[in-house]
């Protein structure tokens, strides 16, 4: 299952104008494999890669070891 992240540039409404939207670099989706859990704890629902998954909910609550789906 890919990662449902939006790509920078199209996140907020009205869309962010700071960078440019290159869609060879931003991927819409994020399109990476989606962490199922993180340190035995089930994060199947948020859908969303490391990366991203970190971003939502900080690196204190994501701690290793990982497993992305498949």
Request: with cysteine; net charge positive.
């Amino acid at each position: 299952m890919p990662c449902a992240a939006l790509a920078r540039g199209i996140r907020q409404t009205p869309p962010h104008t700071g960078l440019p939207f290159v869609d060879l670099i931003n991927n819409s989706p994020c399109g990476r494999r989606v962490t199922v859990t993180a340190n035995t704890v089930d994060f199947t629902a948020h859908s969303l890669c490391l990366f991203h998954l970190r971003q939502k909910l900080g690196d204190r609550d994501v701690q290793a070891p990982y497993v992305d789906a498949a």
